[in-house]
């Protein structure tokens, strides 16, 4: 039995065999364990105390014994890398028995000689503390004065030697060999956990300053070579192929061989060499990847530069730039001329022609470039110039007005060939486009004078593809945007209900005309309504039906007036001078000259039809134009300019493959006159917009200098039209004359009003 008394030791005795047993440990031979510890703990409290004399030997014998295996190392035939693997593996563990066997001599002898770090004597102690400390000896636990040995006396001897051959391995299984990763891994694994043990406050400074310096400067110099080299034989893009793969084995490398601590800084080394060194050759080889529609090189190359901060910036101007280049040069290789046989409406050609730029990009931007932000940006900017400047629309807003014939071209009944899941497709399509549209205000003024022929001539193709456009108007631009257009669509909500109460009306009145009509009451100022500046004697057949609704009317709409609107009202014909039975739809002005000749009448000069209708010259020169097209009437000589004494007359011998027709749409169809006073008055609303914007602004702000209100105006406006800074300047001026603003010392506005 062990006793706890101290005893009297000859420690020269003791030591052989406890130093053999030592051995035994470290190289994880078998030894006993308790025994070994209890003749630890009777040197230490023996009588005459010997763990000075206990701690030098061990010591001495450490150094011996690390020493020779260093010699072993050394001499080997098979390298130091193998051997000293399993070295390590052998003594790291023996190293923590050996430390478990010496607890006593650690707890109570080494750590209580340590230097002390607390002051507790004042000042002058303190500094008496500090010289003392600094003649002992420097003491540290069993375990780390061995991997303090092991460090000095084995690694710093063996490290050159061990770095170049670790190096080899590497190089082999970069050139495609296997190699054993578990030996190479566990020797890096070792430097990280001596350099814990040798100096815990800076754990990583002995792996850093020994190895992993060293690896980096290695690899970095070996890919400097590779990749100068491969670029000069092989070109860029397959240069592209080479990096991504050597990045994949170095991050699958680095994950299996180094400490977690070098990956971040490893792969930064990794692209200084092999994609900032080169970025001019990558960002060259970037267009030409994109002119040859090469996608997989361009996928890898925004993967490769994604690791770069900032790397793919230059790429999104490339491709913005390239965007552009592409999508001039397709918009100015449309056939656009509307006098071109057997083609698509030119609205149609151009429109489709601006969505297939953007889909194409837009399918790169998804695929290949992962949606990333900044190459979104990139193509909204290029489609957004791309779209308001372009050789088609460049200063003439053509791109709103055409977007808006587009969509009439699809939301018509005529358009029967689409079904509904592709309509909405493409009425989404379109609001892709609209989002880039600069002057949306020119949009809106075409859509609602072609959703107005829609709803009128009852030509939609459906109610719903209809609200799925205004939706999209309205997510895109806010509910005042279409505001008006819903309006309309009530107004075709009531007028179903509306003309229910007028038939029931009807049915109890003695003064029931004999013709069966439908009335449509639109709000006023929700509807674009410009109609010809003509007068228009309405038909004896016709008023009847206006008096009788006029009465109904002031009966379930108190204190509203009514002002007819002729030229969109139309009527069904049917002719009985005819041998056959025709039926045919016209508008008011054209029923109003087509009557004329009820009255017995053969013939009219165009002087008395003008003088009957009170039509204006230029209209009726458009209606007679069209009866005359369509061969209702007939004119002895044609001619391009109608004069007051050109005799027209009924055409007796009339004949049409269909007895049902229209003739509506002949006159239907906006001249350049109205196109022209239609862009006037978008003109006009824009200054009274920017006008109420400019007032807006300064009853908030009270005093503004100049240049932060033209600012402030332009930002007001910028989500329905680039305002031009010119308009905004004379609209200030005309407030100023309102007395609205008034201007100030050093360029100042105050508000007036």
């Not at 763990?51 to 030098?56: A, E, F, K, R």
């Not at 193998?82 to 028995?97: E, H, K, P, R, T």
């Not at 070792?190 to 290695?218: H, K, M, R």
Request: glycine residues 4%.
């Amino acid at each position: 039995l062990m006793t706890l008394a101290p005893q009297s030791i000859d420690f020269r005795d003791e030591w052989p065999s406890l130093k053999d047993r030592v051995r035994n440990v470290l190289s994880l031979q078998k030894s006993e364990g308790m025994p070994i510890i209890e003749d630890v703990y009777r040197i230490c409290t023996s009588v005459v105390s010997n763990t000075q004399m206990l701690y030098d030997s061990l010591k001495l014998f450490l150094e011996e014994y690390i020493g020779d295996i260093c010699n072993d190392l050394m001499n080997s035939q098979s390298g130091v890398l193998n051997d000293y693997f399993l070295q390590w593996n052998i003594f790291s563990v023996g190293a923590l028995y050996n430390d478990k066997i010496f607890a006593y001599l650690n707890n109570n002898w080494i750590k209580s000689r340590k230097p002390s770090t607390r002051n507790r004597g004042g000042r002058r102690r303190g500094m008496l503390m500090k010289s003392r400390n600094q003649n002992r000896q420097e003491l540290y636990t069993v375990y780390t004065l061995t991997m303090r040995i092991w460090k000095e006396n084995l690694f710093d001897v063996v490290k050159l030697k061990l770095n170049s051959e670790i190096m080899e391995e590497m190089m082999k299984e970069r050139n495609g060999e296997e190699i054993d990763r578990d030996r190479i891994g566990g020797v890096i694994r070792s430097i990280v956990q001596l350099g814990t043990a040798y100096d815990p406050e800076n754990a990583y400074s002995l792996y850093i300053q020994n190895f992993e310096e060293f690896f980096i400067q290695t690899t970095v110099a070996y890919y400097a070579r590779e990749s100068s080299l491969f670029i000069a034989n092989n070109g860029i893009s397959a240069y592209l192929k080479l990096a991504e793969r050597r990045f994949l084995e170095e991050e699958e490398r680095a994950n299996k061989l180094l400490d977690s601590s070098s990956f971040d800084k490893y792969m930064e080394s990794l692209n200084n060499v092999l994609i900032i060194h080169y970025m001019n050759d990558i960002q060259i080889e970037c267009k030409e990847l994109l002119k040859n529609n090469n996608l997989e090189d361009l996928r890898r190359m925004y993967i490769l530069l994604c690791r770069i901060e900032d790397g793919v910036v230059p790429m999104t101007e490339i491709f913005y730039q390239f965007v552009l280049e592409v999508g001039q040069s397709q918009i100015q290789g449309l056939d656009l001329n509307p006098k071109t046989k057997g083609k698509d409406p030119i609205e149609k050609i151009y429109i489709e022609a601006l969505l297939h730029i953007y889909q194409e990009f837009s399918d790169i931007v998804n695929n290949t470039f992962s949606r990333d932000h900044l190459f979104v940006s990139s193509l909204d900017r290029a489609c957004m110039q791309l779209v308001n400047s372009n050789s088609v629309s460049r200063g003439k807003n053509k791109t709103p007005e055409m977007l808006a014939r587009y969509c009439n071209h699809l939301l018509r009944k005529s358009n029967r060939n689409m079904d509904e899941n592709e309509l909405d497709t493409k009425l989404g399509q379109i609001i892709l486009i609209f989002k880039y549209v600069d002057d949306k205000d020119v949009f809106q003024m075409f859509y609602s004078k072609t959703l107005a022929r829609r709803l009128i001539q009852n030509l939609s193709v459906s109610d719903d593809a209809e609200k799925v456009m205004i939706t999209g108007l309205k997510e895109t631009c806010g509910v005042e945007y279409t505001s008006k257009l819903q309006r309309m669509f009530n107004d075709m909500e009531i007028a179903t209900d509306l003309n229910s109460q007028l038939t029931e009306y009807l049915s109890n009145i003695d003064t029931r005309p004999n013709i069966d009509y439908n009335v449509m009451v639109l709000t006023h100022g929700s509807w674009p309504l410009q109609g010809p500046s003509t007068n228009f004697v309405v038909p004896d057949v016709l008023v009847p039906c206006i008096e009788n609704f006029t009465v109904f009317y002031d009966k379930v709409y108190q204190g509203r007036k009514l002002s007819w609107v002729h030229y969109l009202s139309k009527a069904d014909i049917r002719m009985l001078y005819t041998k056959i039975r025709y039926e045919f739809e016209a508008t008011n002005y054209q029923l109003g000259v087509l009557l004329l000749f009820n009255s017995g009448a053969n013939q009219y000069t165009f002087g008395e039809i003008q003088s009957l209708t009170d039509l204006s010259v230029a209209e009726l020169s458009r209606i007679i134009k069209s009866l005359l097209d369509f061969r209702l009437l007939r004119i002895k000589s044609r001619i391009s300019t109608f004069k007051p004494d050109d005799i027209l007359y009924l055409n007796p011998k009339f004949n049409c493959k269909r007895r049902k027709f229209k003739i509506t749409h002949i006159v239907s169809k906006d001249t350049k006159n109205q196109i022209e006073r239609t862009r006037v008055a978008i003109d006009e609303d824009r200054k009274l917009y920017l006008q109420a914007a400019i007032v807006r602004i300064m009853k908030t702000k009270k005093i503004m200098k100049h240049n932060d209100l033209i600012r402030m105006v332009i930002e007001h406006a910028s989500s329905r039209f680039r305002p031009n800074i010119q308009v905004i300047k004379k609209c200030i001026e005309n407030l100023l004359e309102r007395e609205y603003l008034e201007r100030n010392e050093d360029n100042m506005y105050s508000y007036m009003a």
